[in-house]
């Protein structure tokens, strides 16, 4: 776990020192932050599945039957990231001219992906409970659910507020 919690403080230094220009950063277009969001989405899941293999202690046998679980949760948990990242893009592309009807329907698009997230977590729950031991599910969703927090707090970041 040593290596977990020094990769999240890291990223953590990093995420306050580099995306606090970003934080209120208008856009004509969009384009900007779209760009700044694909290298970060790039950089997290290129290091997150060696992250979970560090620091999720798993027999041959384990990992057999986890990893081909895991890379179907996270395949269903990007398709939500993916419509994460399309109302970021709506967002920053309009945000000059952004209208309270669309703030509204953004935010409610926002909070409609986050309950599909966790109805996705809740559906792997036992899916992975059939690979793995209880205590190591666990310790896999506890990890996990960290580093898409992590992912989360870098993308809050680089959003411009709405402008009143």
């Known amino acids: 776990m040593k290596v977990f919690f020094a ?16 934080a209120q950063r208008e856009t004509a277009n969009g384009v ?23 620091n999720l ?4 046998d384990e990992a057999t039957k986890f990893w081909p679980v895991y890379d179907e949760y ?6 939500a990231y993916d419509e994460f990242y399309g109302v970021i893009k709506d967002y920053a592309a309009n945000q000059k001219t952004i209208t309270d009807a669309q703030a509204s329907s953004m935010i409610k698009r926002w ?5 599909r ?14 690979t793995i031991a209880g205590k190591k599910a666990a310790l896999f969703f506890q990890i996990d659910r960290r580093l898409y927090a992590l992912m989360d707090m870098q993308v809050a970041g680089q959003i411009p507020l709405v402008v009143q």
């Open 74 to 79: 996270v395949a269903e948990m990007s398709k």
């Open 57 to 60: 202690p798993l027999t041959a």
């Open 117 to 130: 997230q966790a109805r996705t977590r809740q559906k792997y729950i036992p899916l992975v409970e059939k």
């Open 32 to 54: 900007e932050v779209e760009k700044d969001l694909n290298l970060l989405r790039r950089d997290i899941k290129a290091d997150k599945k060696k992250l979970i293999a560090a």
């Open 7 to 22: 990769f999240l403080v890291m990223m953590l230094a990093f995420t306050v020192s580099q995306t606090s220009a970003f």
């Open 111 to 115: 909070a409609d992906i986050q309950v």
